[in-house]
């Protein structure tokens, strides 16, 4: 795991907030914004943060079984991982970020999770990592929990896709799934275990501040657990994913 800042620039990350937005729509701008970033057109990083209509997206590891009893519709996607939802209730964040050399993945990711982490011990809750699972989890007397889900893309140097916080979203919905394909743990939220409503805009700013100090810190986070495993989606060296 490197150490120094994530980035490879020292610029601030812009930050576009944008509301709710179509999955397509997001998925679109992403990849036009990570293209501008690599050629260089784009000469600093950005975080989307958003909300989507009710979606269900599959990453490239995706089983059958993974995919929803209901007949809901799957839109297939390029990011690692298997598969998960979008809703109302969640904060989705898309990282456009030019990684420093040598890029290291899961460093990447260790600090979108440590941010994730910190939004979450903020509102009292006890969260971390479990061994060998990405993402942002509870484990307790009550059994593993997982609230903050993280699936990514790095092409040509530079970070797609991103995070999935949930902060108050209906639950049901993971009810038609496994999700993250992951079938021996449950799903939760800020809401459900803070026993209250909590609201997608009352957390943006502390999102927004996290996310930038924990991908720059000079000092990576404790990793918390080694047992990653990285898929490639692609056969050259410039793209990979991981688990969600």
């Known amino acids: ?35 501008q970033r690599a050629s260089g057109q784009l000469d600093h990083d950005v975080l989307l943060l958003l909300e989507h209509p009710s979606v269900y997206t599959a990453g490239k590891r995706t089983q059958d079984a993974d995919r929803p009893t209901n007949g809901a519709l799957v839109i297939d996607v390029d990011r690692g991982g298997r598969i998960t939802w979008h809703g109302p209730g969640q904060l989705v ?74 902060v108050d979203p209906d639950m049901t919905v993971f009810d038609a799934i496994v999700p993250c394909g992951i079938p021996d743990a449950g799903v939760t939220s800020i809401a459900k275990e803070i026993g209250g409503p909590i609201s997608v805009d009352a957390i943006l700013d502390e999102v927004t501040t996290l996310v930038a100090e924990c991908l720059d810190d000079p000092i990576p986070p404790s990793p918390g657990h080694t047992a990653d495993a990285l898929d490639s989606t692609s056969p050259t060296p410039s793209t990979v994913g991981t688990l969600q």
């Open 93 to 166: 964040g898309y990282p456009i970020v030019l990684l420093a050399e040598p890029v290291d993945v899961v460093d990447y990711v260790r600090r979108i999770e440590e941010a994730l982490i910190r939004v979450c011990n903020g509102r009292g809750l006890a969260t971390g990592r479990i061994d060998g699972r990405s993402g942002v989890w509870i484990d307790d007397e009550k059994g593993d929990r997982k609230l903050g889900q993280i699936g990514i893309r790095v092409a040509k140097g530079v970070t797609l896709h991103g995070f999935a916080l949930n």
């Open 1 to 35: 795991m490197r150490n120094g800042s994530a980035r490879l620039s020292s610029e601030p990350i812009e930050v576009r907030r944008l509301g709710v937005i179509d999955y397509e729509d997001a998925y679109r701008m992403q990849h036009e914004l990570a293209d």
